[in-house]
């Protein structure tokens, strides 16, 4: 039985078999688009490795036919689970055993508690397994002209017809996503490295026409050449995905009836976002998840589970990793001293619907207190957070909801012509 197929032979392969990651790679070699070549290890060699905590006969031998001077050893389930699960990056194929070791660290880390607690809050099945891509490795901080980043087609939190994300200079994509460096606004590349930008918007525009969608994807750019690492649909929700849907109707990719099925019962109670109002803020930073969180600060996962028990809870860190799932799933809303729109906390954040605030620059997190603007905070203290404007508040902070988007009468319109009203 093969273990593994190319990339670009994996056409009629569904996610169940290959992953999602590998899915949408296959979907940018077809559009044309720049994918570093690779080969993807199946879910099947998951959960045979899973059932008999060993590698399937045969996948080394295949393993060992890759020859590449470096490669990246990424997990690719199914269903997305940012950051859950182990990646290696820049593998070195003069041991094959190498390779084959990093592929068992892959499939092993399915079942960590982050992977598990994440499966667990999101209905995720335990016993299907991730599938593994192994790519060429292509370096952002190769040379001047390199970098990575990350890019939505359109704003995920406004829903709003222009690029969005972020991107580092000579760095590599994991920098990124980490959130332990400053990132810059994405449209820094367009005077950066023009060529890259051209050739990025492009790419965006071509993956937008084929999901009839909005999307996101990773990138790196080596040398001034654009590679394209991961792809997927925007997954935007509330006022966000409201306009997206009436917008998408208006440019004639998909018709009202299908902008109507689009937007959930969810997206519509929470298309008028709450803002706070009259607000002691401290400190400013960037808004990545719209809505007002109230609660008292928790420095920590374990804190913020134990103290969510006697009411709501801000998770205040300086920045968080995979090991917090559980403290992020107990808190209403999320701090952060540093990171982006693709850092770690707002990804998680994102698909958890909570607000999120991060890179926050006049945050000092300590063992038993915070510095934020100046002041001293205990743990415990109660804090508001806007997650779109960003502020940080002292207290108990007035909540306002502002006036519905002109977009969501004419999607309530167009569901009651739907529905013969």
């Not at 299907?128 to 990575?148: E, I, K, N, P």
């Not at 937007?263 to 719209?290: F, I, N, Q, S, Y």
């Not at 415990?380 to 909540?399: K, P, Q, W, Y």
Request: with cysteine; proline share 6%.
């Amino acid at each position: 039985m093969a273990w593994m197929t190319r990339l670009h032979a994996g056409l009629a392969l569904p996610p169940e078999v290959i992953g999602g990651k590998a899915h949408g790679l296959v979907l940018l070699h077809r559009l044309g688009l720049p994918v570093p070549a690779g080969f993807v290890v199946t879910t099947e060699a998951c959960r045979a490795y899973l059932r008999d905590g060993r590698l399937p006969d045969g996948l080394r031998d295949e393993l060992g036919t890759i020859s590449s001077p470096a490669v990246s050893v990424r997990s690719g389930a199914a269903v997305s689970m940012p950051g859950m699960m182990d990646t290696i990056l820049d593998l070195r194929t003069d041991a094959p055993e190498r390779l084959a070791a990093a592929v068992e660290s892959v499939f092993s880390s399915w079942n960590t508690p982050r992977a598990r607690t994440y499966r667990t809050l999101h209905g995720i099945p335990h016993d299907l397994g991730t599938a593994v891509v192994v790519q060429d490795m292509v370096f952002g901080d190769r040379d001047a002209h390199s970098g990575s980043g990350v890019a939505f087609s359109r704003h995920p939190d406004t829903g709003e017809n222009t690029p969005f994300g972020e991107v580092l200079f000579g760095q590599q994509g994991d920098a990124v996503v980490s959130g332990r460096s400053r990132t810059r606004p994405l449209p820094d590349l367009a005077t950066r490295e023009p060529v890259v930008w051209r050739h990025l918007l492009d790419a965006l525009r071509r993956i937008e026409q084929h999901y009839r969608d909005a999307c996101y994807v990773e990138f790196t750019y080596e040398s001034g050449t654009l590679w394209l690492l991961q792809v997927r649909p925007g997954h935007f929700t509330g006022a966000a995905a409201v306009r997206l849907a009436v917008d998408l109707a208006d440019e004639g990719a998909i018709t009202r009836a299908e902008a109507v099925r689009r937007v959930t019962p969810h997206d519509l109670r929470h298309a008028r976002t709450p803002r706070t109002a009259d607000a002691e803020v401290l400190a400013r930073g960037l808004g990545v998840c719209p809505g007002v969180a109230i609660g008292r600060i928790a420095l920590t996962a374990d804190d913020a589970v134990r103290m969510a028990a006697g009411g709501p809870v801000v998770l205040v860190r300086q920045e968080t990793s995979p090991e917090d799932i559980r403290g992020l799933a107990a808190a209403t809303g999320v701090v952060t001293a540093l990171g982006g729109p693709a850092s770690h906390a707002a990804v998680v954040a994102r698909s958890m619907g909570k607000p999120a605030v991060v890179g926050v620059t006049d945050l000092a997190v300590a063992a038993d207190s915070i510095t934020l603007g100046g002041r001293t905070l205990a743990e415990g203290t109660l804090v508001t957070i806007d997650g779109t404007s960003g502020e940080v508040a002292l207290g108990r902070a007035r909540v306002v909801t502002g006036g519905a988007d002109p977009r969501l009468r004419r999607l309530l319109d167009w569901g009651n012509e739907k529905s013969g009203f």
